[in-house]
């Protein structure tokens, strides 16, 4: 059997990649939206969008610009939405430990929810494994350039949409839809329901506060919840 | 120029979190704890994220019917636990919203 060349491999990741987008171009929309209704200038908006590749990120931290939070507030905020990265990055690094830094850098960088889902797909396929990662840079290239395509869109057509349309609502139904599959078992509903409910209860916390004092509840919730029924 | 400090600082943050394993430590010398710990962070997150503009979206608490948004919210959130598709609950939230806008005048 002959090794599938770097081409093959990554034009096999872009095709691979391609039922995803059908979810991430609508996504990538609405962030664009969000970035304008958000009072983000179109460079800005863009600028966030090429730089940190993440629409959950994105979406918060043009939620909180609009709140006028404190800078640290923002980023801080920023970092606890994207802790799931770190899991990501413990996950697939077995896979990728023998490249060399700037591919694995260059990876990290490009590397989203639906990256990591596909990375052990494709390496746990039979064959030889030594130019997959090419097949990593190619479903990653592809989603970085139609997100970026969808962001801009959305920056274009978001500061056209009249304030009566309500369309900073759709950044809280975006949350809601990436909610609904997060919440998988009754630990993870016990981590939703306690966050949600500190959130509201601890509103009055200065500096946006109350999410990261929710977030941390939410995930003691979770724990206790999985930790008492491992013991029965 | 603050919301180009707060761009920079978050392609800075998202970038050293994705790199962590992968550039500079062992997989496998995670407490298990922390591993578990993270696993609550999406839930936890987005909820705190979904309440408040549910139920707070003047700022204070409000769930009563001059509210639409915690109705139409109940709606999406039905709506994305039936079916999977991301772009079904704002399909189905926004014109719910729209529409008890409108009832309300």
New interface residues.
Partial sequence: MTIPSPRDEFIAGARAITPVLL?AI??GF?AGVASVASG?TPL?GM??SI????GI?QL??C???AANSP?LV??AA?????????????????Y??HLP?RW??L???L?TDQSFAMTPMRFNEPGDRSNRHWHVLGTSVTLYLFWQAAVAIGIVLGAQIPAT??LD???????????????RTR???A??????????AA?GLPYRL??VV??????A???AI?RGRRHK | M??????????L???L???????F?N?HK?PH?F??????????????????????PQ?T?DPTLANP?WI??LV??AV??RF???????AA??PV??LL?WAMG
């Fill in positions: 979810g609508p996504f609405v983000l800005e600028a966030l730089l940190a590749f993440s990120a918060i931290v939620q909180l610009i800078i923002a980023i920023a970092a606890v939405v994207s802790l799931r990265h770190m899991m990501y990055s413990a996950a697939i690094s077995p990728l430990a830094a694995r850098a990876l990290a960088f590397m349309w309500s609502f759709a950044v809280v139904l975006t949350f809601i839809a990436l909610l609904a599959p997060a919440v630990a993870d509903l981590a939703a329901i306690v966050a949600a409910g500190v959130a509201l509103a109350a999410l929710a977030s941390i509840a939410g995930i919730a979770g724990m999985e | 603050k919301t180009w400090l707060v761009i920079f600082g978050v392609a943050v998202t970038f979190l994705r790199a962590s394993f992968l550039l430590a997989p995670f704890a591993r578990q710990a993270l696993t609550f962070v999406p839930p936890a997150v987005l909820a705190a994220i979904v309440a408040p503009g549910l139920l707070m700022g608490f948004r139409a919210g999406a959130l994305a636990m999977r598709n991301p772009l079904a609950p704002i939230g926004l919203l729209w806008q």
